[in-house]
């Protein structure tokens, strides 16, 4: 089942660097260019429509986190990846 947290928490994880997970941000190349998070190993970038041609790459047996700049195309990746079996939580708010 998809699990939510909002952007602060997500900020909290990143902090954290024994936290394993993955996080996917699913925001388009503009949006990737006018902000993006610090460089972090366990962050990767894919824009929404590429989503079906990577998630065989990601695990299965740790987070997956996903945003974007609002949340709307996070919640549908999220939902996606949910329903292939992955351990999913959407950053509800977005990261703008």
């Known amino acids: 089942m998809m699990k939510e947290i909002s952007f602060l928490e997500l900020q909290n994880r990143l902090q954290n660097i024994e936290d394993d997970f993955l996080a996917i941000d699913v925001r388009s190349a503009g949006e990737w260019n ?3 998070l610090p460089e972090d190993k366990r962050i990767v970038y894919i824009e929404t429509e590429n989503i079906h ?6 695990p299965k047996d740790k987070d997956i986190i996903v945003y974007c700049a609002s949340g709307y195309r996070s919640t549908i ?20």
């Open 53 to 58: 041609n990577e998630y065989m790459k990601f």
């Open 34 to 36: 006018m902000f993006s």
């Open 77 to 96: 990746v999220s939902h996606f990846l949910d329903e292939k079996g992955f351990q999913v939580i959407n950053v509800y708010d977005g990261i703008l």
